[in-house]
């Protein structure tokens, strides 16, 4: 089957596109045809995909950016699939300028897929006129190969404990916000580093997210790390940070569990089903919960050690067997 995998814009580094290329991955495995496509919300380029590759199925990520462009095609009869987002749950459907669109879009799809078991109950419990066709499809990690040489290229010395936070720069990631909390940190904790990678996605948010790094000498910006490079990034690091404000499922807090890396994130239902407090990481609520898991992971080597727990229930085998049943059922084959 010929499936064009539809991504907002500008999601060349994003988690978006890491998703998207698991997917392709994964269904032409199963002997699909798969592109990725990357669409404005104006339609032009989801109207030039549907001539040039002629697909017989459609897979949106993220309701709301992929989805209007959708609906503006109006007599389109190719079925699609929408993976939603956590924006879209978290915010789009309680954002009246959104939700006409996004429940539009629900409806006329021909399968929901979410990722987070904890918002798919959210989604449930308050909207439940949209999840007739909605489906669990359950998270994996496709690790790349490439080596990173972290500690050398970036001079940090032997010894020192490095917190990563990878995200894109904008405001829901919580990244100027981390550096405000970690900031009693420096008097109370020796030989640490607060590291963080990830693309420049909102102008103003970054303007102040550099100025907070540099203020303080425990602080560092790494750049953007390729995808394929992550994996050795994380094994590198000693602890995994996510101060993001809304969550779906974080592509690096996935990876990280599969590679068991401790975690550090805050307490939201995005990062829940990833984060088993004490188990793998440490969850929080507010900066003094933050101050107190931070200082102990830093401090003691041995909570560092007890916390990593490689997870192995992330399987792309499942992932990709779901995914293919799911878009076989919806397009013009069967499994």
Not at 33 to 51: H, N, T, Y
Not at 154 to 167: M, P, W
């Amino acid at each position: 089957m010929r499936i064009v995998i539809c991504v907002p814009q500008c999601s060349d580094i994003t988690g978006n596109m890491v998703t998207a290329r698991r997917y392709r991955q994964a269904l032409c495995e199963y002997g699909h045809q798969v592109v990725i496509r990357a669409v404005s919300e104006d339609g032009d380029e989801m109207r030039l995909a549907l001539v040039k590759d002629q697909p017989e199925l459609l897979l949106l990520l993220h309701a709301y950016k992929t989805g209007k462009p959708w609906l503006c095609l109006h007599d389109c009869s190719i079925p699609a699939l929408v993976l939603l987002s956590g924006t879209d749950v978290n915010d789009g459907l309680h954002c009246p300028q959104q939700r006409e669109i996004i429940s539009l879009v629900l409806q006329q799809a021909a399968a929901v897929l979410i990722q987070n078991p904890l918002l798919e109950q959210l989604l449930r419990r308050d909207f439940p006129h949209l999840c007739s066709n909605l489906y669990h499809l359950p998270p994996a990690a496709l690790l790349g190969e490439a080596e990173y040489p972290l500690r050398s290229r970036h001079e940090i010395a032997d010894g020192t404990v490095v917190l990563l936070c990878a995200a894109g720069i904008r405001p829901v990631k919580g990244l100027v916000e981390l550096i405000e909390m970690a900031a009693p940190l420096e008097s109370a904790c020796r030989n640490w580093l607060l590291a963080f990678c990830g693309p420049p996605l909102d102008d103003d948010y970054a303007q102040r997210f550099f100025a907070a790094v540099d203020r303080y000498r425990w602080a560092t910006y790494l750049g953007i790390i390729p995808q394929d490079a992550m994996a050795s990034v994380l094994r590198a690091v000693d602890v995994v940070v996510n101060n993001s404000f809304s969550e779906g499922l974080s592509n690096v807090l996935v990876e990280a569990a599969c590679l068991g890396r401790p975690l550090l994130a805050r307490d939201i239902p995005g990062n829940r089903p990833l984060v088993k407090h004490g188990v793998n990481g440490l969850l929080y609520n507010d900066s003094r919960d933050f101050v107190a898991a931070a200082r102990a992971l830093i401090d003691k080597a041995d909570l560092r050690r007890q916390l990593s727990v490689p997870d192995d229930t992330f399987s792309s085998q499942t992932e990709a067997r779901i995914l293919n049943e799911i878009c076989c059922r919806a397009g013009t084959c069967r499994p």
